[in-house]
């Protein structure tokens, strides 16, 4: 059984859109990953959110925790084709066992 | 600095055979996992290991051994693969587990079982 699901699972979208991408679980975690995946190679993380609430930026990315800890999401202003990708939430279950989400991947069209 | 490095990178083997992946990390980190990658699936824990001479099953164990002899090596096997073993595999290390710990990942294995 997957603890984190992601939504939605392909996204095809223009230069310059936005999107939201999210994960949701219905466990509660003490902290929560995003990795990006590109073709070819293992996932790189991207940002780790460990407060519930918390907003963190990276450049036009805008992660959220939330307030529950039970889900996340992943914002990108004027999406540019190097984001392109397969993006990936994680979490703890436990103390050593990192489980990953279901992915999302995002095909910005130039 | 290699990082963490697979090998092999491609097999394709055929049902019922065996075969080793190795992952092999020089970042001394404790924790090391694997992990398949299914269309659709995001990436599911096989085994982990949080230190030489342990190991533990993940979300998906059966069909699979892994050992870790040695702190900087970590080895899953399928003593008889099946077709539905056929994925990519990722090995993970860590270095101390907590609140913040990011996850180095090798390039992958790519393995046809047919």
């Known amino acids: 059984t997957q603890l984190l699901e992601q939504s939605p699972q392909f996204l095809s979208i223009q230069e310059g859109e936005n999107l939201t991408v999210y994960c949701n679980s219905s466990s509660v975690f003490s902290s929560l990953q995003w990795y990006r995946q590109e073709p070819g190679e293992g996932p790189v993380l991207l940002v780790t959110?460990?407060?519930?609430?918390e907003v963190k930026k990276l450049k036009r990315l805008t992660f959220q925790f939330g307030d529950a800890r039970k889900d996340s999401s992943l914002h990108i202003t004027a999406a540019q084709p190097g984001d392109t990708g397969l993006y990936l939430c994680?979490?703890?279950?436990?103390?050593?066992?990192?489980?990953f989400g279901t992915g999302t991947r995002l095909k910005v069209l130039a | 600095n290699a990082g963490v490095t697979q090998t092999p990178k491609f097999r394709v083997l055929k049902t019922g055979q065996s075969m080793t992946l190795l992952c092999a990390q020089d970042m001394n980190h404790e924790y090391m996992y694997w992990y398949r990658q299914d269309p659709g699936m995001g990436l599911r824990l096989i085994h982990y290991?949080?230190?030489?001479?342990?190991?533990a099953k993940g979300e998906v164990p059966d069909g699979y051994n892994v050992s870790r002899l040695k702190k900087q090596n970590f080895l899953l096997g399928l003593e008889s693969a099946a077709p539905s073993q056929t994925s990519v595999y990722f090995c993970?290390?860590?270095?101390?587990?907590?609140?913040?710990?990011?996850?180095?990942f090798g390039e992958g294995s790519r393995l046809t079982v047919l």
């Open positions: 993970a290390t860590g270095g101390l587990a907590g609140f913040t710990g990011e996850l180095f």
């Open positions: 959110v460990v407060t519930g609430g």
């Open positions: 994680a979490a703890l279950s436990g103390t050593y066992k990192y489980i």
């Open positions: 290991s949080v230190g030489e001479g342990t190991t």
